[in-house]
């Protein structure tokens, strides 16, 4: 039959335009969910970083500007300044997931790397993976962060004993300075007996 006048034909284009509208709107969510993701991400991670910066530039700055003048220069921060740094980022506890992924930048962006390892030496046990990964990932070449790295290993006792290979491996291409700070700390590590496990403490008479 003739179509009438004025009669309309439906529309074959309402489910395109449906499916259209779907898309769109899993595009939205998709992309409102990665920036989230984003948001978050620089919350957790590259804000503590960088306020670990800031506070690791400020702190070791002032370091290199009272040693302006002097015949020598001494890299190490005096304990009393890590210690006040340490705190400045809410704590060791606060510091610690910072500081992990401080010392595994590139110098550019994470300068004074040397002080990151002093502060991460009063972190406790929990630190002592993290500067063993340190060493290996490092050139040691008069290096001061690696020494103090090594220093620190050995100031922790028996608790890096997981760290005696990878000193001893060090050890094979070190300089004679790096040398004697690794005997140094594998003496201290291999010195203290490590506590024992529970339920076999000594029993009393």
């Given at each position: 039959?003739?179509?009438?006048?004025?009669?309309?034909?439906?529309?074959?284009?309402?489910?395109?335009?449906?499916?259209?509208?779907?898309?769109?709107?899993?595009?939205?969510?998709?992309?409102?969910?990665?920036?989230?993701?984003?948001?978050?991400?620089?919350?957790?991670?590259?804000?503590?970083?960088?306020?670990?910066?800031?506070?690791?530039?400020?702190?070791?700055?002032?370091?290199?500007?009272?040693?302006?003048?002097?015949?020598?220069?001494?890299?190490?921060?005096?304990?009393?300044?890590?210690?006040?740094?340490?705190?400045?980022?809410?704590?060791?506890?606060?510091?610690?997931?910072?500081?992990?992924?401080?010392?595994?930048?590139?110098?550019?962006?994470?300068?004074?790397?040397?002080?990151?390892?002093?502060?991460?030496?009063?972190?406790?046990?929990?630190?002592?993976?993290?500067?063993?990964?340190?060493?290996?990932?490092?050139?040691?070449?008069?290096?001061?962060?690696?020494?103090?790295?090594?220093?620190?290993?050995?100031?922790?006792?028996?608790?890096?004993?997981?760290?005696?290979?990878?000193?001893?491996?060090?050890?094979?291409?070190?300089?004679?300075?790096?040398?004697?700070?690794?005997?140094?700390?594998?003496?201290?590590?291999r010195a203290e007996k490590p506590p024992p496990?529970?339920?076999?403490?000594?029993?009393?008479?």
């Amino acid at each position: 039959m003739p179509r009438q006048a004025g009669s309309a034909m439906p529309r074959a284009d309402h489910p395109a335009a449906s499916d259209r509208s779907r898309r769109m709107l899993v595009c939205y969510a998709v992309a409102l969910a990665l920036l989230g993701a984003l948001g978050l991400f620089c919350w957790l991670v590259v804000r503590p970083v960088l306020e670990a910066r800031a506070v690791i530039g400020d702190v070791y700055g002032k370091h290199c500007a009272r040693q302006a003048g002097l015949d020598s220069f001494d890299a190490w921060v005096p304990e009393n300044e890590v210690k006040a740094a340490l705190e400045r980022l809410g704590g060791p506890e606060k510091a610690i997931p910072a500081l992990r992924i401080y010392v595994r930048l590139p110098d550019r962006l994470a300068p004074y790397t040397i002080l990151a390892v002093q502060m991460l030496g009063r972190c406790g046990k929990e630190a002592v993976p993290t500067l063993i990964g340190f060493i290996r990932n490092q050139d040691h070449m008069g290096n001061d962060a690696v020494d103090a790295a090594v220093v620190e290993l050995g100031d922790f006792g028996s608790e890096a004993r997981a760290a005696v290979p990878v000193l001893t491996e060090l050890r094979k291409s070190a300089q004679v300075g790096l040398c004697e700070s690794i005997d140094e700390a594998i003496e201290k590590i291999r010195a203290e007996k490590p506590p024992p496990p529970p339920g076999d403490a000594p029993k009393s008479d």
